[in-house]
Structure formats: structure tokens, C-alpha cells
């Protein structure tokens, strides 16, 4: 007797909006890939949401009044915590302020693009998905490698792992004598459309390495160095005219100066990437300047997780602090082996997080075969790089 397979939930979100033609709009544009309920304001949403517990984000209007909403499900102790996505034309919304912290994920404006929150969109249904034990795997339609790209990727790929069976075979033997563990090393990443899937790689760091990450944080190669905070907490603006901060935020009952905030927060690396790295291994050292400990990733390739030239699929701690408008439009190009940052800023000290994310966002408005000829070309020249990167 065969097993029945169970039906994966749909993405259910409650849209909080009171023009009709504007839900209409949204739920032609996304119903492919979710479950429209929609309400006409902040109570009936809390409402609502006393009586149906499985919803799985709320888009809310701020024009109908978000704060009492928030409040609202701040206050409750019988609502079910649920993310919220605003649809705001109000600039610099800090997501770590009261009333939004601990509920608001995300701000869009009202005239959103419809690709770059279809992306937000397709990130939270795999992010769902990968919390549930026997999870179905979300491929988006939306977002697909071009059919002229994808047919370059599996005939190389293939004819790639015939000549280099022999060298991969030889690299398992010795990572086996070299340290315990396993040969390969899984990790879930994060592609195309936000997509995540098991990205491959020979195993180059001593087991037990992912729980290091947390206590390593100060070697973080795009770390800035942490200056003391000044006696006066105003900009330099509201200084220079002596006045009062003008741009004043509240956090944990203190009055902070939003401009320096947002200084403090752009300072912050949004990559983990370390210099010297004492969790590698021996043999690991020699696998990663050489970048044999990629070619696993062809398998990848092959499976259409990733091509041969994209932007690096990024794990997911780190794909989270890429999703506002702006720099969530890098997931609209594949996943890559290679990539433009890597043949033009890899290994230099001084890039910093926005410049990484600036290359990958240029990559994704303009690639082409053409430019992913040039970029494999320039990365034959960088494989054999002499710092440990």
C-alpha cells in the first residue's frame, strides 16, 4: 500500500487594503503563487485574525493606519505572530522601531515593482516550506535560467565532471586521510528567486565549524572598526545649528538620531567572510586557493540549482538582509559557480558590502552569453589565486 502524499499548504496572506481595484490588481499579478484574503482596515484584519490563525504574512496599506494594527497585535496574546509587509511611500522606515519591531519584515512603496516583491514573495513561501518536516520543493515559473544558458551549462558541466572524475576520486581519498568527517559539505543556500536549495562543495573546515561562526564575528573581514559612540547624540547637521535632533528616532525608551542610526547600520557587514581562517583545514587551505573545493557545485550546475556565471547563491542569514527593494533585484539573475564580482573585487581587503551588491545587481540587469563567455575567461586567469579567500 503506497503512502498518501500530503497536499502542501498554500501561502496564505491577508491584504489589508479598502480600494477593490487595487486588490483585484494583486491578486491577478500573484494569485499563481498564493492565497488572497483581503479586509478593508486595521480591525477587521485583527479581526480576522482572532478567527483564522493560518495566515502567513500580512500586506497592510499604511494609509489606513498601520500603528493601531501593530498595536493591536503587540497587545493580543491570542494572535498568532504573523510577519508583516507595509506598502508605504514614507522613506527610511527603521524595522527595529516601535510599533514596527518584532512584526514589520519589509516596506514597499504604494507603486511597488511587481519582480521585486514577487522575489520577496517567492523567499517567504521557500522559507515556509524549509521549516516543515517533508517539505515540496517551490520552483518558481517566474524566474527561469534562459533556455540558451541553461543547454551551455548542462553540455559543459557534463563534459567537465568525464575529464575530472579522476581528480575528484583523488580529493575525496585525501580529505579522508587528511581530517575527520565527511567528504562533501551541504549547505542550504539561497539562488534564483530566492530558491534555496543544497548547495555542494568538498568539505574544507573541521567539523563543528557553523557553531564558530557567532563567536568569530570581530575577524569578520567587512566588519568596520567600532569607534566610541560621542557624548553628543546629535548629526553633525543639528549640531552646527544648535538645535534639537530633528530627526528623532525611539528605541528601548531612549530617543536616538535616526541619520546616525542609519550610519551605524550601513556600518554593519552584511557578508561573513574572514581572513586566515582558523577552521580550516590542511588540505582545505590548498582545496580553496586552487577552487577545487567548487567543483562538487558542477552537480549544481547539472541539477539547475545554479549556472556556470551568476551571482553567488548566499546562505540564508545572510540572504535576509538582502531583501528590500533595492538589493533583492541580485536574486533576478541565477545563481552562479563564478561571477562578476568574483573576477573583478575578489580577495581585496577594502571591498565593501555595497560594492558586492552593487556588481551583482549590475550583472543581473545586463547578463547575457556574451558576458558570461567573458567572465568565465577572466576567471581561469583568477584561479590561481595566492590569498586565502
Known sequence: MQAVKEVAQPFRVLYVESNNQLVESFQQAFSAQIEVTSVPDGQAALAYLKENRFVDLVLYNEDLGSSVFLNGLALSRHLPHVPVVLLTDRPGIDLKADPFHGHLIDAFPHNYAEDALRIRLSYLIQKKEYSQDGHVVHKSDSMRIPVGKRAFD????????????????????????DSKGPIFYSSKRVGTGFK???????????????????????????????????????????QLANTTCQRPLYMDQQEICEVLYQREQNAKAMFSKFKEDPRVTRLGKVLRNTSIDELPQLFN????????VGNRPLPVYEAEKLTT???????????????LWQVTKRGKASVSDQERIQLDVLYAKNFSLRTDLLILLKTLKAVWQKENV
Do not use: H, W
Open 301 to 308: 550546475i547539472l541539477r539547475g540549482d545554479m549556472s556556470f
Open 154 to 177: 548542462i553540455g559543459l558541466s557534463l563534459l567537465i565532471l568525464l575529464m575530472i572524475s579522476p581528480i575528484l576520486l583523488v580529493v575525496a581519498i585525501l580529505i579522508k586521510f
Open 196 to 238: 534555496i536549495f543544497d548547495m555542494y562543495k568538498f568539505r574544507t573546515m573541521k567539523t563543528g565549524s557553523d557553531q564558530l561562526l557567532a563567536s568569530m564575528a570581530s575577524q569578520n573581514l567587512y566588519n568596520t572598526a567600532s569607534e566610541e559612540k560621542p557624548a553628543d547624540t546629535r548629526c553633525e547637521t543639528c
Open 325 to 339: 527593494t533595492g538589493y533583492a533585484r541580485r536574486f533576478a539573475a541565477p545563481a552562479g559557480l563564478t561571477g
